[in-house]
């Protein structure tokens, strides 16, 4: 009699523990497939189902498992389905997902659209997201400065790394966050959600460059921070890949870069300001490149957040004999050989009344 009431412990005790085990796998797959809150367009066709749409859940990663939200779907057994757009995210897990559908195809009055302009840098991001989200400034820089966010993005992302903890570089996530227009689902929308989705972005980015990324001779970082200098010395695609070219002919051969567009991200001055003073051109900074201090080397970091067109110049820069490049204020990008060239071209510059000049 023992025996059958020990074996009947077993089995009550071996079934407790199996339930709990597939509801917890159950809620684990119905759930959330990240934070991300970037909604994205699902267009639901006439005829569809919410069994028929399953695959095109799980192509939007939406859904962490087909299996699970069919058989949600079949518990639940929600009303039916109607045709529309329907905007959705990865953060909202099956649940929500289906409320969602269920309610019909609204417009979400909530959705802010932000768009950050390449070339920026993270000032103007900081200030972007002030202006379009119930986050202010110091929210930004705030968690730009803590080391424990930097640290867990540094082990979610490959081609982040303990560069961006350089306690001289201003901003540290400057040079990565992509800039593009991203929708997200209302103005609550955490910092660390905005980051990430950018970052995320970035990735895929990367990712078709990943073998020119380990055959560089420059780390991701280096790589980011010279296309980010591309991005604002040059005017179009081909420009770049000639900036690029002279870039490495200079590093190639121990001088410095000479880029004013460092000099002012080092003086923290934005280009539209005013002009630069001869003394902040002068000045040694990790930044700066046109004093000789930096002979041969590239800044500590980024100074602005580059399009992928500035990214591929920097992986393949056009192998050429320029060692100069002059822009006129009109943007126009010049290139020369030798120093006489540069400065003739100067001069040409200053007689037309298209050349900076500098305030003492």
């Not at 103005?187 to 380990?214: A, C, G, H, R």
């Not at 040059?234 to 004013?260: E, H, M, P, Q, T």
């Amino acid at each position: 009699m023992k025996k059958y009431t020990y074996f009947a412990g077993f089995l009550v005790a071996f079934f407790t523990i199996l339930i709990i085990v597939c509801c917890s796998i159950y809620k684990i797959n119905i759930g959330p497939v990240s934070k991300n809150s970037k909604l994205k367009e699902i267009n639901v066709e006439a005829g569809e189902t919410y069994l028929t749409i399953t695959e095109k859940l799980k192509e939007n990663n939406l859904i962490r498992s087909e299996f699970f939200y069919k058989l949600y779907v079949k518990l639940m057994k929600p009303e039916n389905l109607e045709k529309g757009v329907y905007y959705l995210s990865e953060n909202m897990g099956v649940e929500k997902i289906l409320e969602t559908l269920e309610k019909g195809s609204t417009v979400n009055e909530d959705v802010v659209d932000i768009t950050f302009v390449e070339g920026k840098n993270m000032r103007y991001i900081a200030k972007t997201i002030s202006e379009n989200t119930n986050n202010t400034e110091k929210d930004v820089y705030d968690l730009l400065s803590n080391t424990m966010y930097l640290d867990s993005l540094i082990n979610k992302y490959w081609f982040l790394t303990n560069d961006i903890k350089d306690s001289r570089i201003y901003y540290s996530l400057e040079g990565y966050l992509f800039p593009d227009t991203y929708q997200f689902q209302n103005k609550d929308v955490s910092v660390e959600d905005i980051f990430e989705t950018m970052l995320d972005e970035l990735e895929k980015k990367l990712e078709p460059y990943k073998t020119n990324i380990q055959n560089s001779k420059y780390s991701l970082h280096q790589i980011l921070t010279l296309a980010s200098i591309i991005e604002l010395e040059g005017v179009n695609d081909n420009d770049r890949f000639d900036v690029s070219g002279v870039f490495y002919n200079r590093l190639n051969a121990g001088w410095s870069l000479g880029s004013d567009v460092t000099t002012y991200y080092a003086s923290k001055i934005d280009m539209n300001e005013r002009d630069l003073y001869q003394s902040e051109i002068d000045a040694c900074n990790d930044y700066n490149t046109r004093p000789s201090c930096m002979a041969g080397k590239l800044p500590v970091g980024p100074i602005c957040n580059p399009s992928i067109a500035s990214i591929e110049a920097a992986l393949k820069p056009k192998v050429h004999d320029y060692y100069f490049f002059v822009a006129d204020k009109n943007k126009k990008t010049y290139f020369t050989k030798t120093n006489a060239e540069h400065l003739n071209m100067i001069a040409t510059l200053k007689s037309q009344g298209l050349w900076y000049e500098y305030q003492s």
